[in-house]
């Protein structure tokens, strides 16, 4: 299927996965264009000495733009997208993540590009709230039904994707990742410091189970899936092997850390009205506060899910254990002095 010849096309480029993503495209032998905006910190890219690849400047809200950047191009990796901000309106959200969704494909058809492949980056937040967690793997089958902004936009980028693809015949596979970790995950800054300070408090449940997945295994998950004929047509949850709880997540953290985990928790009615305070004192000045509900959201849910799909179809295998994969981000992290 694949070709010295052949082009990835790789939007949201710049971004955590997406920087992951261009490097592990490269060393398979692909040639890579990085989709990036003029604004975008793209210190990390340009460090990157292959002839193989480049930057263009675009935007997924910027039709014209991708009209230049779809031509001659052989696959897409459609990685552009919101997930962070708080104090921004809902429309924002719905503008990048499902018209800019739709831009990408509609550019492709504009420019009359037979894709082998274009590879669509959803979340399992497109499930959304669970009534029975404790005795809940989710798998593909489980019905959509998100809960908040991001997820809502997440899903319905996802529906329109593959309602494009049928509509103009356009091979297509998206990708549900959990909650993703490694090396250049600057999410977690605030998070490890806290820990670090021993400032951090767990919230709620000792009993919430995720099921963090590596980057590096996420980007193998996106290749296997890119390279697959056989995937088109279906979605994919990707996460690591093993469900840990949150409280057993952040001792890991810890003990990286060489400090003692905090113990102290408290009940979420008391923190979640305290939250929603502090989102609204920051909207003032117009700044991201430190803490939101959406972020205390990911300590009050339990999650897990079923691989076994990926595995089968995709020959998928997450080689990174919570313990060596956390061991190399606080690695970096050191390295960068950011905590």
Known sequence: MKSNKDIVLVTGANGFIGQHLVIGLLKKGYKVSALVRKTSNIEELTSINDKNFKVIHGDVTDYASLLEATKNIDF????????????????????????????????????KIKLKKFVHCSSVSCFGNLKDPDNTVLDESFPCNPENIYGVTKYNSELVAF?????????????????????????????????????????????????????????????????????????????????ITKREFTNIVAKELNVKPNKLSFPKYFVIP?????????????????????????????????????????????????????QKTIEWYNQKRII
């Open 76 to 111: 897409v990796m459609h990685l552009a997208g919101v997930i962070h901000p708080v104090n921004v309106d809902d429309s924002f959200y719905w503008n990048v993540n499902v018209k800019g969704t739709e831009n990408v494909i509609k550019a492709c058809v504009e420019n």
């Open 274 to 326: 305290s939250v929603y305070l502090l989102e609204k004192f920051f909207l003032l000045f117009n700044k991201e506060p430190p803490i939101s509900r959406k972020k205390l959201r990911f300590f009050l849910s339990s999650r897990r899910y079923s691989i076994d799909k990926a595995k089968k179809e995709l020959g998928y295998e997450p080689k990174e254990n919570i313990i060596n994969g956390m």
């Open 163 to 243: 309602d494009l693809a049928k509509k103009y015949n356009i091979p297509l596979t998206a990708i549900r990742p959990g909650r993703v970790y490694g090396p250049g995950d600057y999410s977690l800054k605030p998070l490890l410091k806290l820990i670090k300070k021993r400032l951090f408090f767990h919230v709620g449940s000792d009993k919430c189970y995720m099921m963090p997945v590596y980057v590096d295994d996420l980007v193998n998950a996106f290749i296997l899936a890119m390279e697959n004929p056989n995937a088109t047509g279906n979605a994919y949850i990707i996460t690591g092997s093993d469900a």
